[in-house]
């Protein structure tokens, strides 16, 4: 199962090199909500594994961004007590670009969509 959250990216980190094999990199995003009159922010982090961890550097700090992220789990055992740990791993980013257009109203722009073509005669029947 898929999720999807928007917000501010507000830091990214280095990659890390787990084993010879394997590697990371985290980053946060804000994510503030109006609650009955009250904002409430909360710090989200997430992780990219292997070829995803390039994936944040197409993006500035400060940039309103759509995450589209699994939940995974993991249990294990150290020194005879069971722990778990939880990651989001982010596998899509896409920039939200705000502007005012259509007489005030709020418009949405994925600039990593592909651009549209006027062709219509290319359909293969």
Same mark, same amino acid.
Do not use: H
């Given at each position: 199962?898929?999720?999807?959250?928007?917000?501010?990216?507000? @830091?990214?980190?280095?990659?890390? +090199?787990?084993?010879?094999?394997?590697?990371?990199? =985290?980053?946060?995003? =804000? /994510?503030?909500?109006?609650?009955?009159?009250?904002?409430?922010?909360?710090? %989200?982090?997430? +992780?990219? %594994? +292997?070829?995803?961890? @390039?994936?944040?550097?197409?993006?500035?700090?400060?940039?309103?961004?759509? %995450? +589209?992220? &699994?939940?995974?789990?993991?249990?294990?055992? /150290? =020194?005879?007590?069971?722990?778990?740990?939880?990651?989001?791993? @982010?596998?899509?980013?896409?920039?939200? /670009?705000?502007?005012?257009?259509?007489?005030? @109203?709020?418009? %949405? &722009?994925?600039?990593?969509?592909?651009?549209?073509?006027? &062709?219509?005669?290319?359909?293969?029947?």
């Amino acid at each position: 199962m898929s999720y999807e959250i928007i917000g501010k990216l507000v @830091a990214k980190f280095d990659i890390v +090199q787990r084993t010879e094999t394997f590697k990371t990199r =985290e980053f946060v995003i =804000e /994510k503030s909500e109006d609650i009955g009159g009250r904002v409430i922010t909360n710090y %989200v982090k997430f +992780q990219c %594994v +292997q070829d995803k961890t @390039a994936m944040p550097d197409r993006f500035n700090l400060g940039d309103e961004v759509k %995450v +589209q992220f &699994n939940i995974k789990g993991t249990k294990w055992m /150290k =020194e005879g007590r069971e722990n778990y740990i939880t990651n989001l791993d @982010a596998w899509r980013m896409e920039t939200m /670009k705000m502007d005012q257009t259509n007489n005030g @109203a709020d418009s %949405v &722009n994925y600039t990593d969509m592909p651009p549209a073509t006027d &062709n219509i005669d290319d359909l293969p029947f």
